[in-house]
């Protein structure tokens, strides 16, 4: 359960959230993403560097850019731990 404490804190703050959300659909840049999310490129790069520290996104240079991709590999894996804490976790009564 510990190892999964970063990548859900990660995912806890809702401007990382909405990343996210937001790359799912897209390979974005930073600029793309502080214009979607109507914040700024030094605000969006402080959150995807969490995001990388967490094994969440990944970025990919193309040309002058580098555009980030969402790990959908580290989201199953998650969702996955999570079922199974879930599932050892006894319910009360």
């Known amino acids: 359960m ?6 859900l804190k990660a995912l806890a703050d809702e ?7 937001l790359l799912l659909s897209h390979d974005l ?3 793309a993403l502080a214009d979607q999310l109507n914040i ?3 605000a969006v790069s402080q959150h995807l560097q969490i995001l990388r520290k967490a094994g969440l996104v990944r970025g990919e240079k ?4 580098t555009h980030y991709i969402v790990d959908k590999d580290a989201i199953h894996r998650i969702a996955q731990d999570l079922i199974n804490q879930a599932n050892q976790t006894p319910t009360p009564g």
């Open 29 to 31: 840049c930073v600029g």
């Open 40 to 42: 700024s490129k030094a």
């Open 2 to 7: 510990m190892d999964m404490l970063p990548t």
């Open 15 to 21: 401007t990382r959230f909405r990343i996210i959300n």
């Open 62 to 65: 193309r040309g002058y850019w």
